[in-house]
């Protein structure tokens, strides 16, 4: 099972960058989809989640910030980012659970900076 995202990249604070994260599980099969981040020294943090009803859930320092989407039929959520701030910076994951397992995508780096 494999999690590929893209989308990462340098952006000016402000600026605005979309996420996406394509599995080649069946989504309709996953109950909550999430993404994760981790700046350079830190640890991994929650950024948000979504469940197969559509419900939504944000991190406090991203909320009313970020959008996170699902496409079913796709197989894959997205993540709209917008005023974008320094600390933004980070590697962002896409995971999900399922089985007892936790899957984890590679990562795409997102940079924020003048």
């Known amino acids: 099972v494999q999690l590929q995202a893209s989308g990462g990249g340098l952006v000016q604070p402000g600026g605005s960058l979309r996420l996406s994260c394509v599995t080649s599980?069946?989504?309709?099969?996953?109950?909550?989809m999430y993404w994760y981040r981790q700046a350079p020294g830190k640890q991994r943090e929650w950024v948000a989640s979504?469940?197969?009803?559509?419900?939504?859930n944000y991190g406090s320092s991203v909320k009313g910030r970020f959008t996170i989407s699902r496409d079913n039929a796709e197989n894959s959520i997205d993540l709209q980012m917008n005023s974008l701030k320094p600390e933004d910076t980070a590697i962002y994951y896409c995971?999900?659970?399922?089985?007892?397992?936790?899957?984890w995508g590679q990562g795409t780096l997102v940079t924020v900076s003048s």
């Open positions: 995971n999900y659970i399922r089985g007892g397992s936790s899957y």
């Open positions: 599980r069946n989504m309709f099969s996953i109950n909550t």
């Open positions: 979504i469940n197969s009803g559509g419900s939504t």
